[in-house]
Nanobody, 122 residues
């Protein structure tokens, strides 16, 4: 069993900053990738940023230069620093962990958090 919990969302004015945190717990064997997704009202969930076990980061074009993902895959923690926020950044932000467990160390599956709301006012 793996648990993923996000925190740090809230209401902020355009141009402001927020820092999201994600922590994992449970019987994790190895985390391969950790990522942040965003789902705006009426839209599909989209990948915003990801961090691999080797330290590689990737970003959606819409957030490059404004958002920074960081963390420690070995510890199961990941953060998303969001600067210069825009109203279009509004949505529910989800943390996803692609990991294997102690009972099934050879199989990686996705584990999702419950999401945290980010609202950017204009």
């Amino acid at each position: 069993q793996v648990h993923v919990v996000e925190s740090g969302g809230g209401l902020v004015q355009a141009g402001g900053s927020l820092r999201l945190s994600c922590a994992t717990s449970g019987s994790i064997f190895t985390i391969t990738t950790m990522g942040w997704y965003r789902q705006a009202p009426g839209n599909q969930r989209e990948l915003i940023a990801s961090l691999t076990r080797s330290g590689r980061t990737d970003y959606a074009d819409s957030v490059k230069g404004r958002f920074t993902i960081s963390g420690d895959n070995a510890k199961g923690t990941v953060y998303l620093q969001m600067n210069s926020l825009k109203p279009e950044d509004t949505g529910v932000y989800y943390c996803k962990v692609y990991a294997s467990t102690l009972t099934m160390p050879a199989y990686n599956i996705d584990y999702w958090g419950q999401g945290t709301q980010v609202t950017v006012s204009s």
